[in-house]
């Protein structure tokens, strides 16, 4: 199992490190979003998880590549923050949650993923207009 960590807090990133370790699960970390984006399809991770706080326009944009893009079918996003709104394939986690319960992370990402295939329209359109397709 991969999971990519987009964060660019040292502290809280180290925290999620440490806890992902934990669960013997390989794990890359990145400060840059395009460097996620550029790896994303690459890799194929299992999981993203990005701290919306750092990267506030990204997510969106990520979430949208996680869901749309055929090969991510798979994977999961966890966005740590408070306030972040709930677009499809997002599991968002109040980061003050997290610092409470590290756990909640690596329980997050081994649940099983199910994700309707209805939802996310308004995201794919915020995703094209981003990226002015």
Not at 21 to 34: M, T
Not at 41 to 53: C, D, H, S
């Amino acid at each position: 199992m991969l999971v990519l960590v987009l964060i660019e807090e040292k502290s809280i990133a180290n925290v999620v490190l440490r806890q992902l370790n934990h669960k013997d699960i390989a794990s890359i970390a990145y400060r840059d979003p395009l460097r996620v984006l550029d790896h994303l399809t690459e890799l194929n991770p299992e999981a993203v998880i990005i701290r919306g706080k750092d990267f506030p326009l990204h997510q969106q944009l990520l979430a949208a590549l996680v869901r749309f893009y055929a090969p991510l079918k798979g994977c999961k996003m966890i966005v740590l923050g408070r306030g972040i709104p709930d677009f499809p394939p997002c599991i968002c986690i109040a980061e003050e949650q997290f610092l409470r319960e590290p756990s909640i992370i690596t329980n997050e990402i081994l649940k099983t993923h199910h994700i309707d295939s209805k939802t996310g329209s308004r995201l794919v359109a915020k995703a094209q207009r981003t990226m002015k397709l």
